[in-house]
């Protein structure tokens, strides 16, 4: 099993909780709590992730991040969007300085 069979494999999970029941399944809660919620949470899970890290304390790094990742997948989720939408533009960046990337963007 690939890193991008995971992530895809979670993402259809999330997709297919959108249409459930808020009392029986978190994600649905979560979407159906909208943005604000989802963003509270990722914020959330940021700095649980930043405290880990800082704490030098590895296991608790690698456990933060996969709650952060998770909930990012929400946020895609509730735009529409797919880990593809972001491994594309990750994959368009590959080998372009990160200062000339910043430079090149233009506000959407």
Request: proline share 1%.
């Amino acid at each position: 099993m690939t890193d991008l069979t995971i992530l895809r494999r979670l993402a259809q999970t999330i997709e297919e909780r959108k249409q459930a029941d808020a009392n029986s399944s978190y994600v649905a809660k979560l979407l159906h709590g909208g943005q604000d919620k989802i963003l509270k949470k990722i914020a959330e899970e940021s700095a649980e992730t930043l405290m880990a890290s800082k704490d030098g304390n590895t296991n608790q790094v690698i456990y933060e991040t996969a709650d952060l990742w998770f909930h990012c997948l929400i946020l895609l989720a509730y735009h529409g969007l797919t880990p593809d939408d972001v491994l594309n533009e990750l994959e368009r960046r590959e080998g372009v300085s990160g200062i000339e990337e910043k430079a090149s963007r233009t506000k959407d």
